[in-house]
């Protein structure tokens, strides 16, 4: 597989191509490779806070992370699927003192988990 670190999905999405041609340069199949990225997240309820979290982190470039409210996490979760994304690693700041844990876990992944369930069935 190939994993990326702090890429958009416009970039993953650009860079999809290549990654296909040289699959099938060296005789494998390009859906046997198992696409992923590494991202920031910081999920909050209240947006502002994201944000001042995220400005935190100037070592991760602006479009490498997943921020904002749980739903704009999932919008950018989504983004990250529509690109080719197959699997999501997180970096999760400050998990201790914050609800990102609970957040994600409550709201954020039963989302995903029920969008995937969907997909399936009309696969």
Same mark, same amino acid.
């Given at each position: 597989?190939?994993?990326?670190?702090?890429w958009s999905p416009q970039?993953?999405?650009?860079r999809?191509?290549?990654?296909?041609a040289?699959?099938?340069?060296l005789g494998? =199949?390009p859906? #046997?490779?198992r696409?992923s990225?590494t991202a920031?997240?910081?999920?909050?309820?209240?947006? #502002?806070?994201?944000a001042a979290?995220?400005?935190?982190?100037?070592?991760? @470039?602006?479009n490498? &992370?997943?921020?904002g409210? @749980?739903?704009?996490?999932l919008a950018?979760l989504?983004?990250y699927a529509s690109?080719?994304?197959q699997h999501?690693l997180l970096?999760i @700041? =400050?998990?201790?003192? #914050?609800d990102?844990?609970?957040l994600?876990?409550r709201?954020?992944l039963p989302?995903?988990? &029920?969008?995937?369930?969907l997909?399936?069935?009309?696969?």
């Amino acid at each position: 597989g190939v994993n990326v670190r702090w890429w958009s999905p416009q970039l993953i999405a650009a860079r999809q191509a290549y990654l296909d041609a040289a699959c099938c340069e060296l005789g494998r =199949d390009p859906r #046997s490779l198992r696409r992923s990225v590494t991202a920031l997240l910081v999920v909050d309820r209240n947006a #502002s806070r994201a944000a001042a979290t995220r400005e935190r982190f100037t070592a991760i @470039p602006a479009n490498g &992370h997943i921020s904002g409210t @749980p739903d704009q996490c999932l919008a950018r979760l989504r983004e990250y699927a529509s690109a080719g994304v197959q699997h999501v690693l997180l970096s999760i @700041p =400050d998990v201790a003192a #914050s609800d990102t844990l609970e957040l994600a876990g409550r709201q954020i992944l039963p989302a995903l988990r &029920h969008e995937a369930a969907l997909h399936e069935e009309r696969a």
